[in-house]
């Protein structure tokens, strides 16, 4: 199955999708030292909501998906080097809005989520 979804977005901020089938999808990022947050190697949690949120994208895999809101838990730090893998799989779906569970995680589960994404007619900055 070949990506419809957020084409110009860079793997080395929001991953590689390593796995796209209908509803589903898997994305991996390797953090990079740009995402570190202090001198401990703290990488900051936007990265990997912002994995977490590539995975739904492409898990609905529509040209006109935006996120609405997202109910998250963050697990466990993640530092710089580690390789995160993210899952997700839309669990509901019903006209317009597509619920879908998403986890990350690299030898632990560091992420869990459930975003709510619709699918808009046209693009979203068309009005």
């Excluded at 991996?28 to 912002?50: I, N, S, W, Y």
């Excluded at 619920?99 to 007619?121: A, N």
Aim: net charge negative.
């Amino acid at each position: 199955m070949k990506s419809r979804t957020h084409l110009l977005v860079s793997p080395e901020w929001v991953g590689q999708t390593v796995a796209l089938a209908e509803g589903k999808a898997e994305v991996r990022l390797t953090t990079r030292p740009e995402m570190v947050a202090d001198d401990r190697g703290l990488v900051h949690g936007g990265f990997t909501f912002g994995l977490a949120d590539y995975a739904a994208m492409l898990a609905v895999n529509d040209p006109h998906v935006v996120l609405g809101a997202a109910e998250v838990r963050f697990l466990a730090p993640v530092t710089f080097g580690e390789t995160l893998l993210a899952r997700a799989e839309i669990v509901e779906g019903s006209g317009k809005k597509r619920i879908v569970k998403c986890t990350v995680s690299t030898d632990r589960l560091v992420f869990e989520g459930i975003f709510s994404c619709f699918v808009l007619t046209g693009h979203v900055l068309d009005g």
